[in-house]
Structure formats: C-alpha cells, structure tokens
C-alpha cells in the first residue's frame, strides 16, 4: 500500500502537459495544449490539455481526467501500477503504508526470490561474452541463428557453465542464502548435496510485464538424445507458469499501438520477429495457453492473430486453445506458415518488410479458416458434413457477442453453401445443451443454491424512472466540486435588525442535506459528499484541487469532468464569463440545485405514500392522509421558493 502522503506528493508534482507529452504530441493554443486523441481515432484534434488544472479532456469520446487516470488509460496500468511509474518519473521515493509482520514477511520472501533471479540473469548475461565457454558455446549458437547484439541485450540471454555447481557456488559466494536458491529452482538440493539445475544450456529469461525476471527456460545446445531440449524453472512464489507470457515487457506498448497481439510458440520465434521488427509478439512458452495469459493480453488488445508451422493434425490439436479464446471475446486470427518454415525460421529468412507483408496478407480470421479446414477434409461426403457443422457452430457458440455470432452464421453458411437456419438451429441446440451443462456443473458446485434461470436479454426500452434524481444530485456535485470555497452570503431579516450570514459553498451544502437527511442515490456521488463532509468536520474546506488531486481515482475523474466544459478549455476568454456568470448567481444557483433534489425526493415519497394508501386498512387511512397533507404542503412550499429563485 502506498501512503495517501506520498499519492498526495505524486499528484501534485506530475506535470499533465509532461505526461500527456510522452505519448501524444501537443501543440500549444492559448492557455490548453491541443493534439490528437490517443484513446479514439481523429483527423482533427480534440484533445485538450489544461496545465492550469492538471487535467486532460477528449471532446471527441469524451475521456478526461488527471495524470494518473492518463497513465491508467492509456498505458493499461492498475491504479498502484500508475502511481509507480510516475514516482519513477519525477524520482519520488514511495512511501509504502506500515505492514503487518506477516505481510513484511510475505513481501520479504518474494522480494528475495526476485533478487536472486535477477543476479542469476545477469550472471549467465555476463557468462556468454565474458566467459571462455559461455564465448565459445553460447555466443556461438546465438550468433549462428543470427541474433544481433542489442537484441541478445535486451532478452537478457545467457549461458550457464557445464559444471555441476558453478552458479551455485557463485550465488553463495556473493551472499545468497541457500534457501532461495532453492526455491527459486536455480539450485536443486537433494540430500546434502546441491548443484546447478542449468548446466551447459543456453539461458532464455522469463520476465513479467515490468521487466523483473521470474524464471528461466535453458536449451541444451548436446546432440545426445537422451538429453532434454529444453529445461525450465518449476513453479514458484514468483513464477507461475500460466500468468506468463514470454516477451510481454517489450511487446507491451507495441500490442497496443497495432491494436493486434501476435502469439507464437517459442522463444526463438518471439526473438527472431523482433530482430526483423514485429514488436507486437508473445509466446506462451511451453504451456498451452491458458485463460489467465489470454486475459493477460486482452489488457491490451481484443485481437490476437496466431502463427502456426506444422501440419493440419497440429493445428486441430490447437483448435481446443483458441475456442478458449474466442470465449474470452476476442478476435482471433491464424497465418499460417510454408511447409517446412516457422516463424523463427521464416524471419531469419526474409527482410523485415516482407515478413510483415507475409503476415498482413496470410492472416486469416479463425473461424473461416477452421471451416475450410474441415470442409476439405469431408470429401463431398455428407456425413461428414453434418458432423463438420456441429463442429464449427460449436466455436461459434463461444463468442459473447451476439451481432458478431450472427455475422459468422451468415459467411460459414456462404462457404459451406448451406441455409443460414440450418446454422442458426444447431446453434440453439448448442447454447441449450452449454446452458444445461453449465447448471450441472453449477450445481455440483453448491447443491445448496437455488439455481437462477437465465437472464432475459435486455430489451431495448429501460423503463423510464420519473422520480430519478441523477440530474439534480450532478447539479450539486458539480456546484461543490466548482465553487468549494465560494462564499454565499445571506440576508436573513428579523424585527429590528437585518443580519447577514456567510458560508463557503461546500459547508452549505454538506449542512443543508445532512439536516434534511438526504442521500445521493449515485454511489460516486455520494462518496464525493462524504469526502467532502469529512474535510469540513476536520475543519477544512476543500478546494479545487482537492478534488481533482483526490487520491481515489474516481473522484479525481469526476472533478476532471465536472471542471471543464468545451468553452472553457477551448477559449479561455469566454470562461470567464460563464464562470462569472455563475459565480455572480451562486447563492441562486446553490439554492435551486438544493431545493430541486428535495422536491424530487418528496415527490417520490408521495407517490409511495399514495400507493400504500391505496392498500391501507381503514383504521390507518386517516393518520396517512394527514401525514400525506403536510407532505403535500412541504412540497408546494418548496415549489414556489424554486418559482421565486427563477423569477429573481
Ligand atoms: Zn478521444
């Protein structure tokens, strides 16, 4: 946990114009910076920075908010993970919260194994240029499969020793306790005696997406048989096996910038498309892939193309794989490779540009390439066929959207020439035998629970609520979260006197709802006024920046959208006519906003008060439709002060 002390200290020193300015270029125009939208695609900028207020807004799709929700956007960051890299940014120390003893325990053993990794990554680094063997063996062989310098630097490759203790001892001589050595699988420990689990391998690090090395995937370079190809580091505190994707920390911000994520099967294949500049480029290296490395790429992209080599027996094998995929919600696609080719192979082979040519054009979308697949494989005979069909409505079943569902029907049912219903019935039959499967399964899981029929789907019409109070409850948001500080003054006049009272805006408000017991029905907005009433019963009243600096990312958003409007940002002259405007009427405006929430909820509260009445046993109607009088008088009385405040 990151101390709200150090978050606050984040905040305040991210310059929005900096960090905005490391990924989209800014042109200054007037007060605001101005360039295109990375979040949606624009000819004409929209875009708008505003130094002044810390925050970015998009006029084309609307997004909008601090530096951290910036960094959270558009680099895909967890909330902990933006605050992170902008401590890196502005060299902030983050101040981590206090732990419990366990936790620092917990934290300590992790940190360690990360430690150790990280020494042995540089140590086998170092073993292939500046070792005789590591020269002569390791260097060799990456040179041979044409691996330049700088892409051996930056996969951190390496070379481990052909000798039975040579890193071990090396880990132990530079202070390394024996305990994480073990744990991290580096070194195997059987009985007393302990030794290398790499020897005489060439080493592939594993890092995950911030670039801290987890694991470690050695190959032999021995022609003897008997030797494994490949050995890789067992499941650890720090390595788990299904949430890795090999070469994520580099292919990242390339993944997202294609829109497109390129799966392949080895190291060698994700290196090689690197070196002939195919960034964009993982592999799920020696798993099948799982639902975590999938939802790990859905991070970043909804479409994943899949390079095979092989023949079609291997590729059916992977067909199991990518319905997982297809069931995630992504769009999947497949080249395939020329017989006797992979993708390591193929790069090696050709120039950069035409291996991206070779994708561009070969990349075909999953579900038409497995029906043609089959197709071919069913000769004309019609059993086959009707089998073939199941199969492929089989995968078409898995894709949660409904449109994209139908649009596959109508092209499989073209390429098979077939009727689109016939398509359409077996993949009712599918959902419901999916559907069956799945209550059984939920019901092995908790025999106790009631099982809940299936949702309707929503029906385009939501009903529409008459007494909502989303409009009046935004009104007093945005006024509190605009004019916090603003004073209003109020002329209250008694017999002999007339006396004048003051109250900052955002007093008046948190006063005037908690006397009256009122709640805001959006829970966002609710925390902005608990936030808000906090600070005032600490004695101090929030400003500007306490709500666009708020350390919860909501209400930092929030204020990001409530404090600009298209004027504002755009022409600074005008802005402050509307906002003197507004300023000059805010006694008005606060009023209104006020008495407009509590005529909504009064009204809502008569309405049920006439349902029940409706209801009600003959000794209770008279007391309610007395209580209903007053209710009505309350209601007609704040009518007409709203009447008096409009006509002013
Ligand atoms: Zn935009």
Request: proline share 4%.
């Amino acid at each position: 946990m990151i101390d709200t002390n150090t978050i606050q200290n984040i905040l305040e020193t991210a310059r929005i114009d900096e960090v905005v300015g490391d990924f989209v270029t800014l042109k200054k125009r007037g007060a605001n910076l101005l360039g295109l939208c990375p979040f949606h695609n624009e000819k004409t900028p929209s875009f708008t920075v505003s130094p002044r207020l810390g925050i970015y807004k998009c006029f084309g799709c609307g997004k909008g908010g601090n530096a951290v929700n910036f960094v959270m956007e558009h680099e895909h960051f967890s909330y902990p993970e933006a605050l992170k890299y902008l401590a890196r940014k502005y060299n902030i120390e983050i101040q981590e919260e206090e732990q419990t003893p366990e936790q620092v325990q917990a934290l300590n053993e992790q940190e360690s194994l990360y430690h150790v990794s990280d020494f042995a990554a540089r140590y086998f680094a170092d073993n292939l240029y500046n070792h005789g063997q590591g020269r002569a063996i390791g260097l060799t062989y990456f040179k041979e499969r044409g691996f330049r310098d700088d892409i051996i630097k930056k996969f951190m490759l390496g070379y481990a020793i052909d000798e039975w203790t040579n890193f071990t001892d090396h880990a132990i001589a530079n202070g390394y306790d024996k305990k994480y050595l073990e744990s991290t699988g580096l070194t195997i420990v059987k009985e007393d005696k302990m030794y290398d689990r790499f020897r005489g391998r060439v080493i592939f690090p594993i890092q995950n997406i911030s670039g801290r090395v987890l694991g470690f995937g050695g190959r032999t370079l021995s022609v003897d048989k008997k030797t494994p190809k490949y050995v890789n580091s067992p499941e650890s505190e720090i390595y788990h096996k299904s949430n890795v994707l090999y070469g994520i920390n580099h292919a990242r911000t390339a993944i997202i910038g294609s829109d497109n994520c390129f799966l392949v099967e080895g190291y060698t294949d994700v290196i090689s498309l690197h070196q002939a500049g195919i960034i964009n480029v993982v592999a799920s290296s020696g798993t099948s892939l799982t639902t975590e490395q999938i939802k790990l790429i859905k991070r970043y992209t909804r479409n994943i193309t899949i390079l095979f080599d092989g023949d079609s027996a291997g590729i059916k094998a992977a067909f199991r794989g990518i319905d997982m995929v297809l069931e995630e919600g992504l769009d999947v696609k497949i080249v395939l490779f020329p017989e006797g080719d992979d993708p390591d192979s193929f790069a090696r082979k050709h120039r950069s540009s035409e291996v991206e040519d070779f994708l561009h054009k070969n990349a075909v979308n999953f579900i038409f390439f497995k029906t043609r697949l089959l197709l071919d494989e069913t000769n004309g005979d019609p059993l086959k066929k009707a089998a073939l069909i199941g199969e492929i409505v089989q995968s078409i079943a898995l894709i949660p959207d409904k449109i994209v569902q139908s649009l596959y029907l109508k092209e499989c049912s073209a390429i098979l020439h077939m009727e689109e219903t016939t398509l359409m019935n077996e993949l009712n039959k599918i959902r419901r035998r999916n559907y069956d499967r799945k209550i059984k399964e939920q019901a092995a899981v908790a025999p106790e629970k009631v099982l809940v029929p299936p949702k309707p789907e929503p029906t385009e019409s939501t009903e529409f609520d008459f007494f909502s109070t989303e409009y009046q409850e935004k009104d007093i948001i945005r006024l509190l979260m605009r004019y916090p500080q603003h004073v209003l003054t109020f002329e209250v006049k008694t017999d002999k006197e007339v006396q004048t009272y003051e109250f900052p805006v955002a007093s008046y408000i948190v006063n005037d709802l908690r006397r009256d017991e009122l709640h805001f029905r959006n829970p966002i907005f609710q925390k902005v006024f608990d936030t808000a009433a906090a600070a005032i019963d600490a004695d101090t009243i929030p400003d500007e920046t306490f709500f666009l600096y708020n350390p919860d990312k909501e209400i930092s958003a929030l204020a990001a959208t409530m404090l600009t409007s298209r004027y504002e940002l755009n022409d600074w002259s005008r802005v402050k006519i509307v906002v003197k405007n507004e300023a000059d009427r805010l006694p008005m405006a606060v009023t209104h906003a006020l008495l407009s929430m509590k005529l909504r909820v009064l009204e809502k509260k008569f309405d049920e008060m006439l349902a029940s009445l409706k209801q009600a046993p003959d000794s209770e109607i008279m007391p309610l439709m007395s209580q209903q009088r007053k209710l009505q008088q309350k209601i007609e009385r704040i009518a007409q002060e709203l009447q008096r405040i409009v006509l002013r």
